[in-house]
């Protein structure tokens, strides 16, 4: 009952007390993970074979450089079933190699479904054009508007409506569902895929419906309804990520989407992206605008809590040519950690908003990027902070021996260098050690349930 009360007066305040994370992301030892990492790529929508950019090597900088332990890994059902009932086996070959450069090295990928204004036939990448609708009516959105606004086009509301109707054409739903099933097959062999996340930014089609809430109430949910236990069928072992509608949302507003609710196991991250009206249509880092941003912290903690889920900020990111980018950018990072939450920034595409320049050298965006943070905890995280000014982490978790395997901390080396220094109190036994190979700190604490504090500093 006090719990209850104490979740009741933290969603109504929309205050995030310490080891509030209902349902934290845990490893295979019961550790609790974060997530720090890129999208790759948004090139592969639209590139011949759908691959990212990346070779082997980019994979080894963010590894061994830069310290992210994740990506979020676009693929696209398009790509996967481009012809009506067979699978492109070459398509997905190249998505197994990719996906494996990541795991090989212990860094976690995140399979995003990925589409934007329905799909080939008619908007911009995602379904497969056999199933997009009314592909012959006249464009009437001028190119030069800004992408998303192609969710206007007749021919792409009328091919979203068919698709989540899914009454007149059911096929269409079975399709996504089966060619979802064909990449959790491809990659269940591979414990260091940590999830699957269902749709990027769903939308309904019809703009009426999608703010009013019908569209999440009624269409996304029976979709999950179908695809999650699908998806449980062949693999209880892997997360599953989920996101509201984006329309409103990835601004501010708030999400109509009821709880969803897996089946045979409770593993679901509520994943949502972040994009303030300024980074899209204009304008720099305003005060109002770090208002907008507390309000969208605070109908994601009540979405959260409500779904009992942990929360990966799937997407956000900005062009550094905007005036503050980095106090936006630090804003949104600080809030994660606050929140023990995971993020994975949009996206690792060299040049534009990039954490590389297209030469590959590191752009302004890569130094905001960059954090000390604990990618696996063997107890309870309390919390975690993170001065990207002065590089100081302080961190404090309580041990559980029965966890048998250490706390690790990733120190990117590209800002911390490779001397830097830590601390550790509250510990009658412990061991740690700097694994320069994985750019980690490990610590291992052999006291049964104490609590722990770490800091690092250059
Ligand atoms: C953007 C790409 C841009 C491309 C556009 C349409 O950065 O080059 O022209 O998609 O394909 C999202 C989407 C994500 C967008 C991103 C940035 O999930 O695909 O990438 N964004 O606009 N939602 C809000 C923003």
Redesign the pocket.
Same mark, same amino acid.
């Given at each position: 009952m006090k719990k209850i009360v104490a979740v009741w007066i933290a969603t109504v305040l929309g205050v995030v007390a310490d080891a509030q994370v209902v349902a934290p992301i845990r490893d295979a030892y019961g550790r609790t993970v974060i997530l720090h990492g890129l999208?790759t790529a #948004?090139?592969a929508? /639209?590139s011949p074979g759908h691959q990212p950019w990346i070779q082997e090597k980019d994979v080894e900088r963010e590894h061994r450089d830069l310290g992210w332990n994740a990506v979020r890994y676009?693929v696209f059902w398009g790509a996967i079933e481009p012809k009506k009932d067979s699978f492109d086996e070459a398509y997905l070959a190249k998505v197994r190699e990719r996906v494996k450069w990541y795991t090989d090295r212990g860094m976690y990928v995140i399979i995003d479904m990925?589409q934007? %204004?329905y799909g080939y036939g008619v908007g911009? /990448?995602g379904a497969p054009e056999w199933a997009a609708t009314y592909t012959r009516i006249k464009n009437l959105i001028p190119d030069k508007w800004?992408?998303?606004m192609q969710n206007m086009e007749p021919k792409v509301i009328h091919s979203f409506v068919t698709f989540w109707k899914y009454k007149k054409r059911k096929e269409l739903q079975d399709h996504y569902i089966r060619s979802w099933l064909r990449v959790v097959d491809l990659l269940r062999d591979d414990p260091y895929v940590i999830g699957y996340d269902l749709m /990027?930014?769903p939308h309904g089609g019809k703009v009426i419906k999608t703010l009013a809430g019908g569209f999440e109430r009624q269409w996304l949910t029976a979709m999950y309804k179908r695809l999650i236990p699908a998806i449980r069928r062949e693999d209880t072992m892997r997360y599953i990520f989920f996101e509201p509608r984006?329309f409103g949302t /990835?601004f501010g507003m708030p999400s109509h989407l009821p709880k969803v609710n897996d089946t045979i196991v409770h593993k679901m991250v509520y994943a949502p992206?972040c994009?303030m009206k300024f %980074?899209?249509i204009g304008g720099d880092y305003k005060p109002k605008d770090k208002k907008s941003l507390a309000k969208w912290f605070r109908r994601r903690d009540r979405e959260t809590q409500m779904q009992q889920s942990s929360l990966l900020l799937g997407?956000f #990111?900005l062009s550094s040519q905007k005036k503050d980018f980095d106090k936006y950018t630090q804003d949104i990072l600080a809030g994660m950690d606050q929140r023990q939450a995971s993020w994975t920034y949009?996206?690792g595409?060299p040049g534009?908003?990039g954490p590389l320049n297209r030469d590959l050298t590191p752009s302004p965006m890569m130094w905001q990027l960059l954090r000390v943070f604990p990618t696996a905890v063997a107890g309870q995280l309390v919390s975690f902070h993170f001065d990207p000014a002065a590089k100081i982490f302080e961190m404090e978790y309580i041990s559980d021996d029965s966890i048998k395997a250490p706390t690790l901390i990733s120190v990117p080396r590209l800002s911390m260098g490779d001397t830097y220094h830590w601390t550790v109190s509250g510990a009658e036994h412990y061991i740690a050690s700097r694994d320069a190979a994985n750019n980690n700190l490990q610590i291992m604490v052999s006291d049964p349930h104490a609590r722990i504090r770490v800091t690092i500093r250059p």
């Open positions: 999208n #948004g090139g929508k /639209n676009l990925h934007d %204004v911009d /990448n800004p992408w998303w /990027n930014e984006s /990835n992206h994009y %980074v899209d997407e #990111g949009w996206s595409d534009g908003w």
